[in-house]
């Protein structure tokens, strides 16, 4: 669980050329919105990613809660090594594509429905292999949520239930973000590398446990307790760290020994 607060996390150092960088979406690279489809991706950004991408070699990853056909969408045409729905599915730096046969989401799906039907606001949304129900635009409702996809769950051991900003989520049991970051670190070209993961909400934090004890930089976006040890306060302050990050890495004397190293 979080244990850190915002008082005691420090600024992230810029990633240098060992890095293994990886984003989470929503929250993270973009601001969050009323619904999953309002968001809005900011035109500068698709070109950073790229060019951070190509001085990583390729070692730069989206991990998100978002199945990865819809980052595929937002970020077109970039197509990024990738892990969605929370790690239920993921895209390896040379395209494949590995995915966890989807549980029997039927009564889970029917629950949220019958709820969403009943109070305005609510939004169902039908992932691969998930249920998510996001109550943004009816705050009110966060406990009749939470209750009844708490009962939706009991019995069903493969499920799980996860509770992001705004939304409680019915996944498989057995994946999270720090087991997808874990995948790609025993990959080309992640392997061997320092690993740097910024997010911002509590289902990042099974990927900030496994990037720190790694030697690595775990960043959480915006306020609220957390295990990382460094802080930006926005998506936009997330910007301008990479904008800082790619041109360090650009610099024409920039090497592998000189790029900043992260604390041990």
């Known amino acids: 669980?979080?244990?850190?607060?915002?008082?005691?996390?420090?600024?992230?150092?810029?990633p240098g050329r060992d890095a293994a960088l990886f984003l989470d979406f929503d929250g993270t690279l973009v601001g969050l919105a009323a619904t999953p489809e309002a968001i809005e991706v900011p035109p500068a950004l698709v070109p950073l990613l790229s060019d951070l991408r190509d001085l990583l070699g390729g070692a730069l990853a989206v991990v998100s809660g978002r199945q990865i056909d819809a980052i595929d969408r937002f970020l077109a045409p970039l197509r990024l090594p990738a892990a969605g729905e929370h790690g239920?599915?993921?895209?390896?730096?040379?395209?494949?594509?590995?995915?966890q046969r989807p549980p029997d989401l039927v009564p889970i799906l029917d629950i949220a429905n019958e709820l969403a039907r009943i109070h305005e606001g609510l939004l169902v949304e039908r992932k691969h292999a998930?249920?998510?129900?996001?109550?943004?635009?009816?705050?009110?409702?966060?406990?009749?949520?939470?209750?009844?996809?708490?009962r939706a769950i009991e019995g069903h051991s493969q499920l799980e239930l996860l509770h992001g900003k705004f939304v409680f989520e019915v996944?498989?049991?057995?994946?999270?973000?720090?087991?997808?970051?874990?995948?790609f670190m025993n990959e080309a070209p992640?392997?061997?590398?320092?690993?740097?993961?910024?997010?911002?909400?509590?289902?990042?934090?099974?990927?900030f446990a496994v990037v720190q004890p790694r030697g690595g930089v775990a960043i959480k976006v915006g306020a609220g307790p957390s295990?990382?040890?460094?802080?930006?306060?926005?998506?936009?302050?997330?910007y301008e760290w990479l904008v800082q990050a790619r041109d360090l890495l650009a610099a024409p004397d920039n090497t592998p020994e000189a790029s900043p190293r992260k604390p041990a």
């Open 1 to 14: 669980m979080p244990k850190s607060s915002s008082s005691n996390a420090q600024l992230p150092p810029p």
């Open 88 to 99: 239920v599915q993921r895209r390896d730096a040379k395209g494949g594509m590995q995915e």
């Open 130 to 150: 998930a249920i998510a129900l996001h109550y943004r635009l009816a705050p009110q409702l966060e406990d009749v949520c939470r209750d009844a996809m708490t």
């Open 171 to 183: 996944k498989p049991s057995g994946v999270n973000k720090g087991i997808a970051i874990e995948a």
């Open 190 to 207: 992640f392997v061997g590398r320092t690993p740097v993961f910024a997010g911002d909400d509590t289902t990042d934090e099974s990927g």
């Open 227 to 238: 295990l990382a040890l460094h802080r930006l306060e926005s998506p936009r302050a997330v």
